[in-house]
């Protein structure tokens, strides 16, 4: 009998699943003790280079010989490149402005090995003027609170303080005539300066604003939220004072009085409770600082030169000034005219140039200058603004 032919079968391999419906294969979550020992390693090669820093600082001063003052080490042009550099590097997650703020309170502690620098601002302390001290000299300089801008520049022409740091524009009110009126007779020179964004808040004791009737602040902070106070507090009464520092020490007395000012001023005044903020009526509200010494120094690379100008006058006079910067490729910042004292109808005017009175560009300008003004001042050459 023929035997039945055998059955040829053949395993057919089940189709794969799709990625999608494949079971992912979890990575083990990570011991939070290890975590935290790889950071307290970080920590100890980080203290070890600042502390590495710190020594090669104190090389530099050797370097430099025996000097007079604190203020014969600082320099303010290599600082402004350390800073940008900084920036350059930075690929996050941290911001530009947190780690230019790291450097530069290293920076700040470095140099106060030798002596801190003093510098004087318009007081008292917690007010716009401290913070951009803080924030360009980092909290190793000795700061100064004083009276009035007319006060800073009196303690920095006499000695007393290294450098004084003075509000000269706002964003979004303009300039700070006080501050352009004092270059018109002082010898100080520019150095450097600071943009600072200004948070508006408002302060009381009670933190309700029910209770306010009525309000104590600087009166550029009163310009600065003109529009939040006529929306929500018409009818409070507005009391101006010197300073926002000097505000915040009025109100903490009562329970129907508040302040406008920095978050800074209520911690220093007691006024903890922040009834709104901010306040302000410009989201990015900043006002632009200026350090002033007594020396003008060399370029950083990236800098500015403010000079004030005396005109005679002529049909075009004005025409004649910018000119010269026009044809030398030089960009005007910003150009602002002020009564000059020396004579009645006779302005000065104020104006910054992007550049260094050392590049050749500039020179050559300046000297073009010469032939259509009554007088050039020079005012500073300095590092444009670190974020």
């Not at 002020?338 to 004579?343: A, D, N, T, V």
């Not at 007088?375 to 590092?383: E, F, N, V």
């Amino acid at each position: 009998m023929a035997s039945k032919p055998k059955k040829i079968t053949s395993k057919i391999p089940k189709p794969a699943a799709p990625k999608s419906a494949r079971k992912a294969v979890a990575k083990p979550a990570p011991v939070l003790a290890d975590v935290r020992a790889h950071i307290d390693g970080i920590d100890r090669q980080i203290q070890s280079l600042i502390a590495d820093r710190a020594a090669y600082a104190l090389q530099v001063g050797k370097a430099k010989g025996r000097l007079a003052a604190a203020v014969d080490y600082y320099r303010p042009e290599r600082e402004a490149q350390v800073l940008r550099m900084v920036v350059d590097r930075n690929q996050g997650p941290l911001s530009d402005e947190l780690l230019v703020h790291v450097f530069r309170e290293i920076m700040s502690a470095c140099l106060a090995q030798q002596e801190p620098l003093k510098v004087g601002f318009l007081g008292p302390e917690g007010t716009f003027s401290q913070q951009a001290v803080m924030k360009h000299f980092g909290r190793s300089a000795h700061g100064l609170p004083l009276a009035s801008i007319e006060e800073v520049f009196q303690e920095v022409e006499s000695g007393s303080a290294d450098f004084g740091v003075v509000p000269v524009e706002n964003s979004g009110q303009g300039t700070i005539q006080v501050t352009l009126d004092m270059f018109l007779t002082s010898n100080l020179k520019i150095c450097g300066e600071v943009e600072l964004r200004v948070h508006q808040y408002l302060l009381s004791r009670s933190g309700r604003i029910e209770d306010i009737e009525r309000i104590y602040s600087h009166p550029q902070s009163f310009a600065q939220t003109s529009v939040w106070l006529r929306a929500n507090l018409p009818n409070v009464e507005k009391i101006p004072v010197s300073s926002n520092a000097e505000g915040a020490r009025r109100a903490r007395s009562a329970d129907d009085a508040a302040s406008i000012g920095g978050e800074s001023a209520g911690h220093v005044y007691g006024l903890k409770k922040v009834v709104m903020s901010p306040i302000q009526d410009e989201a990015d509200n900043t006002t632009r600082f200026l350090v002033i010494g007594r020396s003008i120094f060399p370029s950083s690379g990236h800098d500015r030169t403010s000079v004030l100008v005396f005109i005679h006058d002529k049909p075009g006079a004005l025409f004649d000034v910018l000119s010269p910067f026009a044809r030398n490729g030089i960009s005007m910042n910003r150009i602002e005219s002020r009564p000059s004292h020396h004579g009645k109808w006779e302005y000065g005017f104020f104006i910054d140039l992007a550049g260094h009175v050392e590049d050749e560009a500039m020179k050559k300008a300046l000297g073009e200058l010469k032939a259509h003004t009554a007088q050039i001042k020079l005012l500073g050459s300095y590092p444009v603004a670190v974020p």
